[in-house]
C-alpha cells in the first residue's frame, strides 16, 4: 500500500498537480499527515524485524507457477490479484521471491533506448502461437497483435487466432479507432504479411504499402536481426506473458479474450519504468498529434466482414458475443462465418 502511494504522489509531482492530501488517506487507509510526510519525501520506517511472511502460505503455489517456462514474477502477483489473493504490493511480492531465492536473478542484455515525439511513431508486433489449456483441458494456439504509441507507450493488444494480412489490418484499423487517430510512422519487424523477399532484398508487400497510404503513414522496417530497435513493443509482449499464469484456469475463448482485456487495461495504468508516469496519462497529450482516420468508405474496403473461428466441443461458435450451433461434424475444425444482411 505504500509503494501504491508513493507511486501515485511522484506522478503527482510529474505532473505538477496539487495533491489532495484528505483524499489519498481516505483512498490508502492513512492519516492525512502521513500522506504529506510521503509527499515532504519520508520513505517509511525500516523494516529490519525477520518474521513470519503472510506470503508464506502461498509459497507452494509461487513455486508452481514459477516452474512455467516463460513467465514473469509480474505475472504471478497479477494472477494472485485477480485471485483475490492478500499478497501486498508488488515490490514485497518480487522482493519476497528474491529473499527466499525461489527464482535466480534473470539476466539482461543491455541495448540503447529509441525516443520519439508524440504522435510520430508506433511500433507492433504479434506474440506467436500462445498455447493455452482451458479448466476443461480444450487447447488454445492463439496469437496477440500488440500496437504501441512511441512517446506515451500506450497499447493496444488484439486477440487473434491467425495472423494472415487480413489480421494485420483489422489489427491496425482496431487500433487506430480506439486510440483516435494514425501516427506518422510505424515500426514493423520483417513480417511475411508486410515484407516481401525479392532477390534476398526486402521489399514491402503492394498491398501493404497501399493500405498504408490509405491511411497516411509512413513503413519503416526494423533492422534484422536488430529486434531491440522495436524494445518498446517487445516490452509489452512481456506483459502478454502474464497470460501464461491463466494455465488451466480460464472458462472459453470469452474469459480468455476478457483477460487479455484486463491485462492491456493494466498495462496502460501501471507507471512506465521509461517514462515515470502510466501510459494512459502521457497518452491524453499524444493523442492529439495524431492524424485523423481516413473516411469510412476506405476503412470499410479494409474490413473483412467474414471470420474464421473453430467449433468448440459443446459444437458452437462464438460471434460478437453471441453463441450460435453448427453441425457436430465440424467440432474441432475451423469454419468460415459471414455476416448476410445483419443476421
Not at 97 to 113: C, E, Q, T, V, Y
Not at 176 to 194: A, C, H, S, Y
Not at 281 to 310: A, C, G, V, W
Request: aromatic share 12%; hydrophobic share 30%.
Amino acid at each position: 500500500m505504500e509503494c501504491s502511494l508513493r507511486a501515485q504522489l511522484n506522478i503527482i509531482k510529474l505532473m505538477d498537480l496539487k495533491p489532495n492530501f484528505s483524499d489519498l488517506a481516505r483512498q490508502y487507509g492513512f492519516d492525512r499527515r502521513t500522506v504529506k510526510k510521503y509527499y515532504e519525501g519520508y520513505e517509511g520506517k525500516p523494516k529490519t524485524r525477520n518474521k513470519a511472511s503472510k506470503l508464506d502460505k502461498y509459497k507452494d503455489e509461487i513455486i508452481e507457477k514459477l516452474q512455467i517456462k516463460g513467465i514473469k514474477v509480474k505475472a504471478i502477483y497479477e494472477y494472485f490479484v485477480d485471485k483475490g489473493y492478500d499478497v501486498g504490493g508488488y515490490s514485497n511480492f518480487n522482493k519476497y521471491i528474491k529473499n527466499n531465492d525461489l527464482k535466480p536473478a534473470a539476466k539482461s542484455k543491455g541495448h540503447p533506448r529509441f525516443e520519439t515525439l508524440p504522435g510520430k511513431q508506433a511500433q507492433v508486433d504479434w506474440k506467436e502461437d500462445v498455447k493455452l489449456i482451458s479448466k476443461y483441458n480444450e487447447e488454445f494456439i492463439i496469437n496477440v497483435f500488440s500496437y504501441k504509441l512511441g512517446n506515451s507507450r500506450y497499447c493496444h493488444f488484439e486477440y487473434k487466432k491467425h495472423r494472415t494480412q487480413q489480421d494485420v489490418f483489422d489489427s491496425l484499423i482496431k487500433a487506430f479507432k480506439q486510440t483516435g487517430g494514425v501516427p506518422k510512422e510505424i515500426l514493423f519487424d520483417n513480417m511475411r504479411t508486410v515484407v516481401d523477399i525479392v532477390d534476398n532484398r526486402r521489399r514491402i508487400n503492394t498491398k501493404m504499402q497501399a493500405f498504408a497510404d490509405d491511411f497516411g503513414f509512413k513503413i519503416s522496417l526494423c533492422k534484422p536481426r536488430k529486434s531491440y530497435t522495436k524494445g518498446k513493443v517487445e516490452a509489452a509482449n512481456k506483459f502478454v506473458e502474464w497470460l501464461l499464469a491463466y494455465n488451466h484456469d480460464f472458462e472459453d475463448e470469452d474469459d480468455l479474450i476478457s483477460i487479455i482485456k484486463n491485462i492491456n487495461n493494466k498495462v496502460n495504468q501501471y507507471v512506465c519504468q521509461a517514462t515515470g508516469v502510466p501510459p494512459i496519462l502521457l497518452f491524453q497529450k499524444e493523442k492529439e498529434y495524431l492524424q485523423p482516420l481516413p473516411k469510412n468508405l476506405i476503412i470499410e474496403s479494409y474490413m473483412d466482414h467474414e471470420l474464421r473461428t473453430s467449433v468448440h466441443k459443446d459444437s458452437l461458435v462464438n460471434y460478437k458475443g453471441r453463441k450460435y450451433s453448427v453441425p457436430p461434424k465440424y467440432i474441432g475444425k475451423d469454419v468460415l462465418l459471414k455476416q448476410i444482411d445483419n443476421q
